[in-house]
């Protein structure tokens, strides 16, 4: 018997004219849409609407109308063809690490990827994994087997599903792009139900588009990346500047030679309180007996305020910010606000650029990372990923983290606001993972010149504009 009142009351259909989920007893009454059988699950309890109702910003809270935990890819293609149908949109969720909103639906369906998670075949040479496998998890299991990949980012508790969507910069990118440049193929569901398949070699444009695509044309359900010989070790040099122009000169000076293997930078706080030092960070990975030659690293630069040398085991140094993560798990500073900014600036305004935004803050207060380091414009190749029409590019972001109250986080977001513009004026992109509003006007003069293919692969692929709408393009 209680089975039999279970079935009555589990949802089986979608009544469109009302946007409302039906029990089988309602549905026998209403014209509604059968829900299609999935491997995976399809929830609509208050708590699993609410764990997708928020992301890492907490700014943005959207509410969906169900999450789904696909079983398969083929879960993935049959949800799109019903939204479809049934005229709901649709967000794959990675590890919702998106500052505002933007892989969140209001009303829609939230595909959660965390459940696509496998590891299909790792050879010598290539990987073949699902999109919300962690770069945490694919590092271990490539680094176990003495193979790493050529592209990481600071942190690994990310989505590869999600950075082939952003990009993804890290120190890797002065040598091999971002880490969407790194992917060799990929399967999708575009917005219109189709499966994809492509790879740097079979329906590139289509590839090329999937990639920085910011989630508006597919849901990559797997993708596929070259493999690299991982070294065992790394050493890292961390060089500190007290004069901005002698760290841009060294920066650029280290670009141009591709000395180090590891490239990044940030701006800190004087340890006095008053004024900022500039922290080259690089690092050289070796395997031994072969060591680093600190003096050919270091030889021509001309740091001033301290040197620190680190050594690291290579998958400590990729995973060097879990520990930090996990503090401020525990501290709950993770929950707060996080209006982030950032931005691609032309190396030629850097100095200026830079100049202004740290004279607007107070070093004292300043306690999240401000990121400042070089790559060139030619090593990203996706066509969507925009950056700045200079060949030296910086990558500047401020990572700060808001009082817990709408009035502080508003302030933020309209001084990230009024950053973007100045950027934007001499020449800057916003790398698309902002807490920062933005127009249809502001993404069509992002896009420049490839706005109309952007919006005919959309016409295309995703027809009713179905796809990641929290990214606000439409
Ligand atoms: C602590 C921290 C550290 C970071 N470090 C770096 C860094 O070093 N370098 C860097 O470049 N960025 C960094 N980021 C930013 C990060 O790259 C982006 O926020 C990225 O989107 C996060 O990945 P995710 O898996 O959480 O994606 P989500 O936030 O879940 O999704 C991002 C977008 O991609 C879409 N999407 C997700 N998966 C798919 C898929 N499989 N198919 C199609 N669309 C999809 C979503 O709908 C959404 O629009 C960092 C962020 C945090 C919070």
């Not at 740290?358 to 060139?376: D, H």
Request: overall charge neutral; some cysteine.
């Amino acid at each position: 018997m209680l089975r039999g009142i279970a079935a009555e009351t589990a949802i089986v259909a979608f009544e469109p004219s009302k946007k409302q989920w039906l029990t089988s007893e309602q549905a026998q009454f209403t014209p509604s849409v059968a829900i299609p059988n999935l491997n995976g699950r399809l929830l609509f309890d208050s708590p699993s609407l609410a764990a997708v109702a928020n992301d890492f910003g907490h700014i943005v809270r959207r509410t969906p109308l169900a999450v789904l935990q696909p079983g398969s890819a083929q879960d993935i293609a049959k949800i799109i063809l019903y939204a479809n149908r049934i005229g709901v949109t649709v967000a794959m969720r990675g590890q919702g690490h998106s500052p505002y909103g933007q892989a969140q639906v209001e009303a829609g369906i939230v595909i959660d990827s965390r459940f696509l998670n496998t590891i299909h075949s790792l050879s010598s040479t290539e990987v073949v994994v699902d999109a919300g496998v962690t770069l945490f998890a694919l590092l271990l299991a490539t680094w176990e087997r003495g193979m790493t990949l050529p592209v990481l980012t600071d942190y690994l508790g990310l989505s590869i599903g999600g950075l082939s969507q952003v990009g993804g910069i890290g120190g890797h990118t002065q040598h091999f792009g971002s880490f969407a440049d790194t992917i060799l193929g990929l399967e999708a569901i575009a917005g219109n139900g189709q499966q994809i398949v492509c790879s740097s070699t079979q329906k590139t444009e289509l590839f090329n588009s999937l990639l920085g695509g910011l989630g508006q044309f597919g849901i990559v359900t797997q993708v596929t990346f070259p493999l690299i010989p991982a070294p065992t070790n790394a050493r890292a040099y961390h060089l500190s500047y007290t004069c901005l122009d002698r760290y841009l000169v060294d920066q650029e000076r280290v670009l141009k030679d591709g000395r180090f293997s590891f490239l990044k930078g940030q701006v800190v706080p004087h340890p006095s309180g008053s004024g900022w030092t500039y922290l080259l960070e690089a690092a050289s990975y070796y395997t031994p007996p072969e060591t680093p030659s600190d003096e050919a690293l270091l030889n021509g630069l001309s740091f001033d305020g301290g040197l620190a040398l680190l050594e690291f085991n290579y998958f400590d140094w990729q995973n060097r910010l879990a520990s930090a993560v996990s503090e401020l798990q525990l501290k709950g500073v993770w929950e707060y606000p996080h209006p982030w900014l950032n931005l691609f600036l032309p190396g030629s305004q850097v100095k200026s650029y830079v100049s202004s935004v740290l004279q607007t803050l107070t070093a004292s207060k300043v306690k999240e990372p401000i990121l400042l380091y070089p790559f060139r414009r030619s090593k990203l190749t996706r066509p969507f990923i925009k950056t700045p029409q200079e060949e030296t590019i910086y990558l500047f972001s401020i990572l700060q983290t808001a009082k817990p109250s709408p009035e502080a986080v508003n302030a933020l977001i309209a001084k990230n606001r009024y950053w973007f513009e100045r950027a934007r004026d001499l020449g800057g992109k916003s790398y698309p993972v902002n807490a920062l509003p933005f127009s249809r006007e502001d993404w069509v003069s992002h896009f420049d010149d490839s706005w109309e293919t952007f919006a005919r692969l959309k016409a295309s692929l995703d027809p009713r504009q179905l796809l990641a709408p929290g990214q606000g393009i439409w």
